[in-house]
């Protein structure tokens, strides 16, 4: 027998000078395939894993620190009075993101302090070199 397949039985409908009449003479045996009950399909979202929720917490921390950094420059380059208030302010955000990054490697597992190191690591650093650059121009000045 070939399986999920349901025989039913069916009415032969014929034609006879234009009118339809059902013969229950000749009933034919036919496989159908069985219907299945409709099922609840489930979607599967993505979930927030412990290295989002900690990408995203140094990513806050390091938008804060760069914009220090961009009012810290401009300043500098202005000359103002308030430059050097700026430029520590700077360093100070800065260290928050350093210790936040550092805390995230080092309380995490492996898999995780990688990718936090691949996505996050490069631009700390770089952003640390753009600071002590600043700060060395505003000591040559």
Known sequence: ????LVARRVMVI?????ST???SKHPIEVFAPQRSKPTLQTR???VRTEADSKLEELQELYATAKDEFEIAC??????????????AAAQEELAKLKKAFNDAVEKSSPDVSTEIKNRVGQRIRELDR????????????
């Open 1 to 4: 027998m070939i399986p999920r």
């Open 14 to 18: 014929r034609s006879l000078r234009g």
């Open 21 to 23: 009449k059902l013969s």
């Open 44 to 46: 599967h979202f993505a």
């Open 74 to 87: 401009e300043e500098t380059e202005k000359k103002t009075v308030y430059a050097a208030d700026d430029r």
């Open 130 to 141: 753009a600071v002590e650059a600043m700060e060395q121009a505003a000591l040559e000045e």
